[in-house]
């Protein structure tokens, strides 16, 4: 009873105060956010931290105005930061299952963003996933009000709460946040939960935030998951404002920015294509332009269109045989051949040995699908994600596989192609739809390189054999 006429008295006094804890880009190691974690200065016991005092403020309906206070202390710290001339950067806050149960809690955000006079995505609400137990509907008609003012929303501790995964797609949230029990455990079933939440999260088009982070260790397992952003100890303690305001960038700093994009083009290339192709025709260009980088990465198609989305590429080419959002800057269709060893032997006795690539990708689902259909009893004998393993498992006898017409012409190693043949309609094998495949960009600054580049790969790809402009 005593705390809580206690807590009554901090609202109205002036005891409680924000400290802010640092977010760091994983891969520059550059702040770029803060999350602000409340504190009560207790006049007799000193610090109170919030899991102490927040469940009581709950229960009594305090957190109303406490919550209150601090969105409008978020905003106001954020305004002062920029008018010390730091970088922007996103403040993120807390907020309670009940107050967003609140009819005017929108209302709220929308004049403590005004009345400092900040852009909306500088500030951040954090909420977690027993927010869903009330009313699921009304929740999520806030938050979308919300997004739609341009306020950043992250789904904080996930991982802890209800398993229900069917809400995630209905939230209108950019973030997921790891919870920190996951991350600071050394046992590797906490880190295979890791890996699955960040996985989710990256074909959901949403970025990851790994919390707790204690060890030099969490930040690089994180960024070799394809967690983008981390908190924790490593990198600093929550502190008061003006102990921050010592690591954040200044303004000055965003003029080197620009630069370095302009002069790095990252690129997705198809694992499961031919890849070796589109990489000599790279290569050629990077030789012709020595001002700008090309940085490669090589993937799945879907996991290149997922990293397309969350910005980590600039260009992408990838197998494309299902609709999607992202904008194709070219499209082509290849015709695609059953191909074995010239030592094979057809039978119907024993289901079909079949090479294929793994499971997730494209080009194998193509394949199984045709198979299916035409009732052909298979089995998977062998699988690579990269073509030129698939060629060798064909020479040496192992089975059958299914490639890009062009790939016979153009990309058998000279060694092998005597070794492998095609096979024909008459051995009775499905027959196989065409492949497409296409080039996507996601980002509308058409830098005049990129259009360039884009132009000299639809060139080589245009001029392949059995490629069907769409
Ligand atoms: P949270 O939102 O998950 O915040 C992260 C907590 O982990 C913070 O504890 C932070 O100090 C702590 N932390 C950060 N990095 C590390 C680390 O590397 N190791 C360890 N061991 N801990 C780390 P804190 O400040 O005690 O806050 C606890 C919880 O209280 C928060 O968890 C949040 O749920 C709640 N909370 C904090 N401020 C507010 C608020 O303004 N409103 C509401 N409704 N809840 C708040
Ligand atoms: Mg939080
Ligand atoms: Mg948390």
Known sequence: MSLQSDLELAVKGEQLELHYQPQFDLQTARVVGAEALLRWNHPEHGVIPPNDFIPLAEDTGLIFSIGRWVVNEACRQSRLWRQEGFQPITISVNISAVQLQQSDFY???????EREGIRPYLLGLEVTESLFVEDMDRTISVLKLLKDLGVELSLDDFGTGYSSLSYL???PIDKLKIDQSFIRSSE???WAIVRTIIQLARSLGLKTVGEGIEEKLHVDRLCDLGCHIGQGYHYSRPAPANVISGVLPRELLEVTTPKHKAKHLRIGLPADYLSSHLQATLHDFQNQHSDCQLDLYFDFSAHLLDSLSLGELDVVIALDNAPTKYRKMQAWSTTTVWIASQTFEMSRDYPLPVILQPTGCPYRSMVVAALNTAETSWHCVYQSPEIEGVQKAVASGMGVAAVPSTLLSLNTPSELLGLIHQIGNAEGLPELPPLSLAIYDINR??????????????????NMEGVVQL
């Open 169 to 171: 797609t209905k939230l």
């Open 107 to 113: 209302s709220q955000v929308r004049e403590a963003i």
């Open 445 to 462: 600054d058409a830098a005049a390189i990129k259009n360039e580049l884009v132009e000299q790969l639809s060139h080589v790809i245009n």
């Open 188 to 190: 590797r079933e906490s």
